[in-house]
């Protein structure tokens, strides 16, 4: 929930960044990282 609610405060507080990510020019995933197996999942 936090990974989601950080992406959604990236977009409110950001303009400049919602623009880009609405006009296709970034992207901005969400991602956890494992720290007992190094691994990193991505949601998309």
Do not use: R
Request: proline share 2%; with cysteine.
């Amino acid at each position: 929930m936090n990974v989601e609610l950080t992406i959604q405060n990236i977009h409110n507080e950001s303009p400049v960044l919602h623009q880009m990510c609405s006009q296709g020019d970034i992207a901005i995933v969400s991602a956890m990282y494992d720290v007992q197996s190094g691994k990193v999942n991505f949601f998309i």
